[in-house]
């Protein structure tokens, strides 16, 4: 009698432990397919700001809604939390390809979204209610919920810290979605078998194992899901796409032509980036009369660097970019690289991978000329990089005589985020000389030259290039009607009104398929 009563009190507690694992489990599982579908909002839609705050506030608004159901649920318990987290794990498991392939066939995006979001969102909340009331004659009250809340708080940690350090740069987020869906399955799995007295019911342990391979078949194909997804959402073949922990890198290729994508916006055509990259660097290069030391913002594909490298006087290049795969990818691949004629290759090339708001309040150093090429400030990360604060550092950096060239986007599509541009550069104290150049994958797209000194455009430039002469270079600074000066406010870091402007801009443009946001 006494061997058969400790082998129930061994059962009960591997039962106990068992859950408690449980709970850990999902709460990373929950979490993550909350991050999964920020992250892939932002990605399709942009302002990853607006997208991580609108969908946090509906998954946990969904996760109330499926805390406050659990208590029309009085019995069979176990059966219940068993078909939750099949369903769970399945419709949290297919979430990545659903919303990739969504976006690429239906015009209603948003509803699919929000929709998966709040049926997830409804699902996690039913979890962890169910575990407490399953596990409330195993601990007092209070130590239930401490235990619980605790592993569920631990849980989420562990998502967070997984999320960007490891499941984006290395998993990929088709695979990700698969994998922690595969997760809450085995959680109704091992449920299944721990709790077979209690509901003895094969057919749900054969769901279970149903959805356990449906998912690991997910998590098989998932490259070839993402590839068919992506041949949806671009025109050209894909010839190399990867997810670093700041952005999704795509490359395609039609008939010769190269095309650089980030977080879906387009970058550069092969076919004429000379033109944006000659306009971007050569003015403003050409003005300074010694230009020995060279410093980049941005731009790691590398074609800034190719452009002032033409320049024999520059002994010095110093690159920053945020992204170590952005510029692993035009260094080490010989078909990127030589889209920038091995530039970052060169002995007079230093590349550093750091976030540049930062590196510029820690580096000490100088330079004659600087070139600024972020993307465009579609959101407040990026929009933090087009304030006061920002070109104020930059001029701290700047040596005498020297200049600083901005790409500053389109005058015509967006014209007050440019002159907003414009007139934030001059709150900082420098001089600001707006232009524009033709580039025809993007339309009429802007720039700014700073400097210390009234800036005179330059009548010389290298023999070499295909688009800038002295006869154009003058014209550039000339602006129509339709993208002359209008008012806007100054760009500063606590109002990012930058981020406004553009985005009010370029919606109006969403529409035209001939124009794309860099």
Known sequence: MDDTRAASTDHAGIKTRALLVAVFTIATCGLIYELLAGTIASYLLGDSVTQFSTIIGVYLFAMGVGSYLSRHFRRDLVTRFIEIEILVGVIGGISSPVLFFAFGQIDVFRVVLYGWVTATGVLVGLEIPFLIRILENQFPLRDLVSKVLSLDYLGALAASLLFPLWLVPRVGLMRSSFVFGVLNVLVAVWTCHLFHAQHRRPWLTAQAYGALVLLLLGVAFSDDLMELSERQLYEDAVILSRSSPYQRIVLTQKDGEVRLFLNGDLQFSSLDEYRYHEALVHPGLAAVATPRRVLVLGGGDGM?????????????????????????????????????DYALRSPRVELVNADAFIWLEEDAGRYDFIVVDFPDPSNYSLGKLYTTTFYLRLAAHLEAGGVVAIQSTSPLVSRQAFWCIVETVRAAGLHAAPYHASVPTFGEWGFVVASREPFQVPTRFP????????????????????????????????????????????????????????
Not at 463 to 488: H, N, Q, Y
Not at 506 to 518: E, G, H, I
């Open 304 to 340: 800034a660097v190719r452009e002032i490298l033409r320049d024999d006087r520059v002994e010095q290049v110093t690159l920053v970019d945020l992204d170590p795969m952005m510029t692993e990818i035009f260094v080490e691949h010989d078909g990127f690289a030589a889209l920038n």
């Open 463 to 518: 023999d070499t290039l295909r688009f800038l002469t002295p006869a154009i270079a003058g014209s550039l600074f000339e602006f129509p009607a339709d993208m002359a000066r209008v008012p806007v406010e100054v760009n500063h870091l606590n109002n990012q009104i930058l981020v406004h402007y553009h985005t009010d801009g370029w919606n109006q443009y969403a529409r035209a398929p001939s124009l794309d946001a860099r």
